[in-house]
Protein backbone atom coordinates (compact mmCIF):
# COMPACT_ATOMS: atom_id res chain seq x y z
CA UNK A 1 0.00 0.00 0.00
CA UNK A 2 1.66 2.84 -1.19
CA UNK A 3 1.49 6.16 1.61
CA UNK A 4 1.30 10.04 0.12
CA UNK A 5 2.59 12.48 2.73
CA UNK A 6 1.79 16.24 1.67
CA UNK A 7 3.60 19.19 2.55
CA UNK A 8 3.66 22.77 1.61
CA UNK A 9 0.99 25.04 0.62
CA UNK A 10 -0.39 28.24 2.48
CA UNK A 11 -1.71 31.91 1.56
CA UNK A 12 -0.45 34.50 -0.23
CA UNK A 13 -1.06 37.24 -2.08
CA UNK A 14 -1.51 37.44 -6.10
CA UNK A 15 1.40 37.03 -8.29
CA UNK A 16 3.17 34.68 -5.42
CA UNK A 17 4.86 31.60 -5.28
CA UNK A 18 4.24 28.28 -3.26
CA UNK A 19 5.49 24.57 -3.56
CA UNK A 20 4.27 21.41 -2.57
CA UNK A 21 5.37 18.57 -1.68
CA UNK A 22 4.36 14.83 -1.94
CA UNK A 23 6.42 12.23 -0.53
CA UNK A 24 5.13 8.42 -1.18
CA UNK A 25 6.53 5.08 1.86
CA UNK A 26 5.84 2.11 0.80
CA UNK A 27 6.13 -0.37 -2.44
CA UNK A 28 3.98 0.28 -5.02
CA UNK A 29 4.28 -1.90 -8.40
CA UNK A 30 4.53 0.10 -11.97
CA UNK A 31 4.43 3.62 -10.45
CA UNK A 32 2.79 4.84 -13.74
CA UNK A 33 1.09 8.34 -13.15
CA UNK A 34 1.39 10.60 -10.22
CA UNK A 35 -0.49 14.12 -10.25
CA UNK A 36 -1.78 17.07 -8.27
CA UNK A 37 -5.73 17.70 -8.21
CA UNK A 38 -6.95 20.69 -6.50
CA UNK A 39 -10.87 21.24 -5.02
CA UNK A 40 -12.53 23.60 -4.03
CA UNK A 41 -16.14 23.34 -2.14
CA UNK A 42 -18.90 21.91 -4.07
CA UNK A 43 -17.02 20.91 -7.19
CA UNK A 44 -15.45 17.83 -8.28
CA UNK A 45 -11.23 17.42 -8.32
CA UNK A 46 -9.82 18.41 -11.13
CA UNK A 47 -6.42 17.84 -12.50
CA UNK A 48 -3.89 20.46 -12.61
CA UNK A 49 -0.66 18.29 -13.16
CA UNK A 50 0.58 14.46 -13.94
CA UNK A 51 4.56 13.40 -14.51
CA UNK A 52 4.90 9.65 -15.71
CA UNK A 53 7.98 9.07 -13.23
CA UNK A 54 9.52 6.25 -16.02
CA UNK A 55 8.75 8.05 -19.21
CA UNK A 56 9.46 11.40 -17.61
CA UNK A 57 6.45 13.03 -19.86
CA UNK A 58 4.83 15.58 -17.60
CA UNK A 59 1.14 16.76 -18.27
CA UNK A 60 -0.97 20.39 -16.87
CA UNK A 61 -4.18 21.75 -17.19
CA UNK A 62 -4.85 24.65 -19.70
CA UNK A 63 -5.33 26.83 -16.31
CA UNK A 64 -1.74 26.26 -15.01
CA UNK A 65 0.60 25.93 -17.96
CA UNK A 66 3.51 28.67 -17.98
CA UNK A 67 2.64 28.80 -14.36
CA UNK A 68 2.89 25.69 -12.52
CA UNK A 69 5.67 23.18 -12.69
CA UNK A 70 5.72 19.39 -11.53
CA UNK A 71 8.79 17.85 -11.22
CA UNK A 72 10.19 14.09 -9.33
CA UNK A 73 13.33 13.45 -7.18
CA UNK A 74 13.48 9.60 -7.52
CA UNK A 75 16.30 9.48 -4.52
CA UNK A 76 13.96 11.24 -2.03
CA UNK A 77 10.69 9.61 -3.40
CA UNK A 78 9.03 12.94 -3.32
CA UNK A 79 7.39 14.91 -6.62
CA UNK A 80 6.70 18.87 -6.08
CA UNK A 81 4.29 21.15 -7.51
CA UNK A 82 5.83 24.92 -7.94
CA UNK A 83 3.34 27.30 -8.08
CA UNK A 84 4.03 30.66 -9.92
CA UNK A 85 2.59 34.05 -10.62
CA UNK A 86 -0.87 32.51 -8.46
CA UNK A 87 -3.86 34.06 -8.75
CA UNK A 88 -6.90 33.58 -6.63
CA UNK A 89 -8.75 31.20 -8.73
CA UNK A 90 -6.06 29.13 -7.72
CA UNK A 91 -7.36 29.01 -4.09
CA UNK A 92 -8.34 25.04 -2.83
CA UNK A 93 -7.33 22.06 -1.52
CA UNK A 94 -4.41 20.56 -3.10
CA UNK A 95 -4.30 16.37 -3.54
CA UNK A 96 -1.36 14.05 -4.77
CA UNK A 97 -2.66 11.22 -6.34
CA UNK A 98 -0.75 7.71 -7.21
CA UNK A 99 -2.16 5.33 -9.75
CA UNK A 100 -1.09 2.18 -11.51
CA UNK A 101 -1.53 3.28 -15.32
CA UNK A 102 -0.31 5.04 -18.04
CA UNK A 103 -0.81 8.76 -17.74
CA UNK A 104 -1.47 10.46 -21.14
CA UNK A 105 -5.08 10.29 -22.03
CA UNK A 106 -6.39 9.37 -18.29
CA UNK A 107 -4.63 11.29 -15.57
CA UNK A 108 -6.81 13.36 -15.39
CA UNK A 109 -9.53 11.71 -13.64
CA UNK A 110 -9.67 11.14 -10.21
CA UNK A 111 -10.85 8.05 -10.40
CA UNK A 112 -8.28 6.58 -11.36
CA UNK A 113 -5.86 6.82 -8.90
CA UNK A 114 -5.65 4.58 -5.79
CA UNK A 115 -3.69 6.43 -3.08
CA UNK A 116 -4.09 10.26 -2.01
CA UNK A 117 -2.01 12.43 -0.13
CA UNK A 118 -4.07 14.25 2.76
CA UNK A 119 -4.35 17.47 0.85
CA UNK A 120 -3.10 20.93 1.80
CA UNK A 121 -4.83 24.39 1.05
CA UNK A 122 -3.17 26.97 -0.81
CA UNK A 123 -5.08 30.45 0.00
CA UNK A 124 -4.43 33.08 -2.51
CA UNK A 125 -5.89 36.62 -1.99
CA UNK A 126 -6.39 39.64 -4.14
Known amino acids: QVQLVQSGGGSVQAGGSLRLSCSQSGWMENRNCMAWFRQVPGKEREGVAA????????YYADSVKGRFTISQDFDRNTIYLQLNSLKPEDSGMYFCAAGQFICAGLWRSASNYASWGQGTQVTVSS
Open 51 to 58: ISPQARSV
